[in-house]
C-alpha cells in the first residue's frame, strides 16, 4: 500500500500529464481537501518530490487567492543552466574541455557541437578579457541547448 505523500504525487503528475503545456497551477487548500491531507503535506510532497534536481521549478504563494504553480523543465536545460553557472573568470581552458567531454559522453552534445564550443572558447579565451569572456561561454553554451530543444 502506497503512504499519502505518494498519492498526492501521482495526483499531481497526473494532472501535469492532463495539460497541453508543462504548467499546472494549483489551490493547496483546494488540493488538501480534496485529498483530505493537510495543506502542510503538499508542501511537503511539493518540496522534497518536485524539486529543480527532478526537473520541475516550483512557485508558491500563500495567503487569499494563494497558488502553487508546478512547471516541468528539461533536465538537459537545467544541466546547461548548471554548467553555464559554473563558469567563472578562474575556468581554465582544460575545465571547458573537461565540462565538454561530460556534456558529450551524456549525450547532451553531439560530438560535432563540442569541438565546435571548444574552437570558440579557444578564440574567446585569445581575445576576449576575462569578464568578457565568461559571459559569452555562457551564453553560447545556453543556445546551444536551446537550439536542441
Do not use: W
Amino acid at each position: 500500500m502506497s503512504n499519502l505523500a505518494d498519492e498526492i504525487e501521482r495526483f499531481i503528475l497526473r494532472k501535469l500529464a492532463g495539460q497541453q503545456g508543462d504548467i499546472i497551477i494549483l489551490r493547496r487548500n483546494e488540493l488538501a481537501d480534496e485529498l483530505a491531507c493537510a495543506p502542510s503535506q503538499i508542501s511537503y510532497v511539493l518540496n522534497t518530490r518536485f524539486s529543480v534536481a527532478r526537473g520541475f521549478i516550483v512557485e508558491s504563494r500563500r495567503g487569499l487567492g494563494g497558488f502553487v504553480r508546478i512547471a516541468r523543465v528539461p533536465l538537459h536545460t537545467i544541466i546547461f543552466e548548471n554548467a553555464a553557472e559554473q563558469i567563472d573568470i578562474d575556468i581554465s581552458l582544460n575545465d571547458l574541455h573537461g565540462m565538454l567531454i561530460h556534456l558529450r559522453e551524456n549525450g547532451l552534445l553531439t560530438g560535432r557541437e563540442s569541438v565546435l564550443l571548444m574552437e570558440a572558447f579557444s578564440v574567446l579565451y585569445q581575445y576576449l578579457p576575462p569578464y568578457e569572456r565568461v559571459e559569452a561561454i555562457r551564453r553560447l553554451l545556453l543556445q546551444v541547448n536551446a537550439a536542441n530543444e
